[in-house]
Structures are given as C-alpha cells and as structure tokens.
C-alpha cells in the first residue's frame, strides 16, 4: 500500500519509527577534520539542484534524508581506503543520534533481501568501525547495481504490456462465475480452455457408450450375438468399447453401419434422439468458445505500442509532460480514444490513508485531443497547469516522489468491430525531464514514411529545473515589473 507513497525527508517521522544507527565510538584518526571535509563535500553535492537529467532508476540509490547502511554513489568514487579496493569506501563519521531511512522501509516492493537484514544484526551486535567497513565491502560485492537492479523491483499496478497486477482473493460467492458459465470458459487460460473443450466430448462420450452398453446387456444382446433369430435393440455391440465406438459415431454423425440401433426397443431411439441433442449443444457451446477466444480484441493491442518513457519539456511556452503512441496495422483503430489515470497514495487533512488513488490527467478532453485519428505515430500531451497533479512538482522533487500513470487507449476494431482496449504505465523513474521525442516522419516517393526504429528516440533540450508553478509564479512577477517600469517611463515622457 505504500508504494506509491512519496519519500519523506530527513526531519520527518511521521510514516513511523525507522531503525537508527547504533553511536559509533570516536577514535582517534578516524573522526578528524579529513572527516569532517568529506561529510560537508558530499551534503554539498547532494543538495546541487540538477537541472535536465533523466531519471535513471534508483533500484540501488539512495536520496537524500535518506542515509542507510551502503554508501552513495557519489562517495564510492571520491573515498579510499587503504586494504580495500577503490570501490570500498572508507568509514566517514556519523552525528549522534542520527536516523536511519533505509530505501524499503517506505516502499512494499522493495522488499530487504536476507544478507541486508543479517550484516544489520550483526552491525548492531559489535558496533566497530572495522566490522561495519568489512560488512558494507561485503555487501557491495554481492550485492553490486546490476544485481541490486534486478532484485528490487518496485510493485508496478500496471505492467508495461497492459496485464494489472491486482489479484482478487477471498471471494465467497463464486456462484456468479457459474451464472455465466460462457465468459467464465473465454477467460480461462489457453491449456485450460483446451483441456475443458477436450472434457466435454470425452465425458459425454463415455457416458452414453456405458448407457448403450448397459442397455444391450440387460436385453440380451451381448450373448446372443451372431444368432439370426434374435431381434436385438442394439446390433452388433458385444462390449463396453464396441458401445464406445456406437456413441462416438452417433455424436459424430460417422455412422459406419456395422454398429446401430434399430426399431426393437424404443429406449433406443430415446438415447439417439437425446445424444443428438446434447451433441449439438456442445458444438454449438465449444465453437462458439473457441471462435471468440481466438477473435478476442486483446490481441489486437499488442500493435498498439508506446513509448517506453515520458518527457517532459515546454511546449508554447508551457511546461507538459508528453508521450508517444503508435499502430502497427495498416487497419485503422475507428473512433480511438486515450486516457491517463495517476495512481499514487495519500493522506487527507483529517488523517484518512487512500491506498493506490486514482485521479484523471487531462489529454486534451476538453478540446477533443483525445479523439485520435492514429494513422501515424502521435505524441500525447498533458499540459501541466495548475488543475494539474504535477503543478507544484519540480525536477528534484521528481526524485522523490512515488507514482504511477496509466494509459488507457481504446477504440473499435475495425475488421472485427470489437471494443479494443491497450494499457501501458509510467513510473516516476521512466520519466524524462529535459528531453524531447525525435521525429519518425518523412515524405518519401509521394507519401509518408514512419521508421518505427525511431520511435523510442529523445534528445535533450533546454528546460528550467522548477516546477510549473514556480515558473509561472516568475512569469507574473516579470510582467508586473515590466508594467511597472512601463508605467514609470510613460510618467517621465508626459509633458509638465
């Protein structure tokens, strides 16, 4: 519930009480002004402002405020020590009484693995300057970026090929998937979908072979086979799988003729008459099921792609977050349209948790930009105003937040006629600030060429680092100096 939920920083607990870091013993040599130098470098580093930078995943960083048991990337390169490799750094001093925020402790995906929670306790057990430097050199062997990156994954809500990551448990009237028994079949999964399609035959099969053969045993047929003066019911079945193949050829419609049943007995014909019946609603059922699975809309929206990152960058002079869509088919998506949702948690003012909320990004609904004619690859737009949930949101503070935003594309099919929906998702890590999208497009041989290889590229741009309200904060304020000025100047040229 919580991975959506914007980092704090470092003077707050509000989220709860974090793991603080056992008072390391002062010792001479290790605590001196080099120290002292160092800790001030890297806070000063730290809180740069850093304009126009792509949000690179923090699978392994840390944030500021947010101090943990593993080094920052920033002083892996500029400290040494001696016995160690140059990427082991050595141990800097550390205030009295200061707090811990370990980077999973606010965020449900990034789950500790088990040698993080074993060096703690064993840090906390002998609290040494040369133990905490041989276990943070031991977690950064094995625990390196690249392995970090694949072990912590963050909880996405949506995948990027659209499959939501939301799993219903402790339903207890699962009647209503029997009620409609027809899209409960069209959603199974393919090797269940075949192994029911497979069943109903089977069953159905050796149900009336059993009846046909208790039938022709109770009458006598089985032992008088072979003799002419007996009028059997059922010719020609001396078994069990001989009245197998008679249900099979019945249901089927085969009708080989050696095998049949005759006008002797009239729970025969009863039994044809309602093998037909059932054998029909089973065809009718199963291809049914088949043909709309095999048709199913969901396939079409593996064409419709998108980008794999936002950008975010001005546009006339407005600051929008943008990103890119596209069709494959030559087959046109009729009367397409595209959504966004920001799913990201909060508080309210009186103290209420919302997990995962939901809030509308605005495409261009009031002005129909949303209403696309996708021929040829688009770039989507969200103009950051002040109705807008990124309104008060910065680069830095892009940093750390914790969101999600969901794109929604739908539209009709148009060979098929059915409602097709795509389903895509950002993350604050997949959004680039500073960039722009590269155009796909050409004019070739008298029509428009899109090179799809194109489709992902960006390039950098220049974009100021503060928010949408702050720049349109400074806007105001150099217009009403500019007015000022202008005013004063007229004042100075009028006449006595």
Known sequence: ??????????????????????????????????????????????????????????????????????????????????????????????????????????????????????????????????????????????????????????????TKVGKCQVNLGNIQDKKRFLSDIFTTIVDLKYRWFLFVFMMCYIITWLVFGFIYFFDAWVRGDVGHQGDPEWQACIENVDGFVSALLLSVESQRTIGYGTRMVTANCAEGVILLIAQSIVGSMIDAMMVGCMFVKISRPKKRAQTLIFSKNCVISRRDEKLCLMFRVGDLRESHMVDAKIRAKLIKSRHTAEGE????????????????????????????????????????????????????????????????????????????????????????????????QVDYSRFEMTFEVQTPAASAKELHELKELEQQEHSTLSLYWDHLLQPC
């Not at 709860?16 to 605590?31: N, R, S, V, Y």
């Not at 041989?134 to 912590?152: F, H, I, M, T």
């Not at 930009?369 to 910065?394: G, K, T």
């Open 1 to 158: 519930m919580l991975a959506y939920l914007p980092r704090p920083p470092a003077d707050t607990s509000r989220y709860g009480t974090f793991p603080q870091k056992p008072d390391l013993p002062a010792t001479p040599g290790a605590l001196g002004e080099d120290g002292g130098q160092q800790a001030a470098a890297t806070t000063a580093k730290r809180s740069a402002p850093m304009p126009n930078y792509p949000s690179a995943p923090r699978h392994s960083g840390f944030v500021p405020g947010e101090p943990s048991l593993l080094p920052s990337r920033g002083s892996l390169t500029t400290q040494h020590h001696r016995g160690h490799p140059s990427w082991c750094p050595a141990p800097a001093p550390q205030e009295a009484g200061a707090r811990l925020y370990p980077l999973h402790a606010l965020s449900v995906a990034n789950i500790p693995n088990s040698s993080h929670g074993k060096a703690s306790a064993r840090s906390s057990a002998n609290p040494t300057l040369e133990g905490l430097q041989s276990r943070r050199c031991k977690l950064l062997e094995e625990d390196s970026p690249l392995v970090q990156a694949s072990k912590r994954q963050r909880q996405r809500y949506v």
């Open 353 to 448: 948790f919302i997990p995962l909320e939901q809030s509308e990004l605005n495409l261009g609904y009031d002005t129909g930009e949303d209403r696309l004619f996708l021929v040829e690859p688009q770039i989507i737009c969200h103009v950051i105003n002040h109705h807008s949930p990124f309104w008060d949101m910065s680069a830095e503070s892009l940093r750390r937040e914790q969101f999600e935003i969901i794109i929604i594309l739908e539209g009709i099919v148009e060979a098929t006629g059915m409602t097709c929906q795509a389903r895509t998702s950002y993350t604050e890590d997949e959004i680039l600030w500073g960039y722009r999208f590269e155009p796909c497009m050409s004019l070739e041989k008298g029509a428009f």
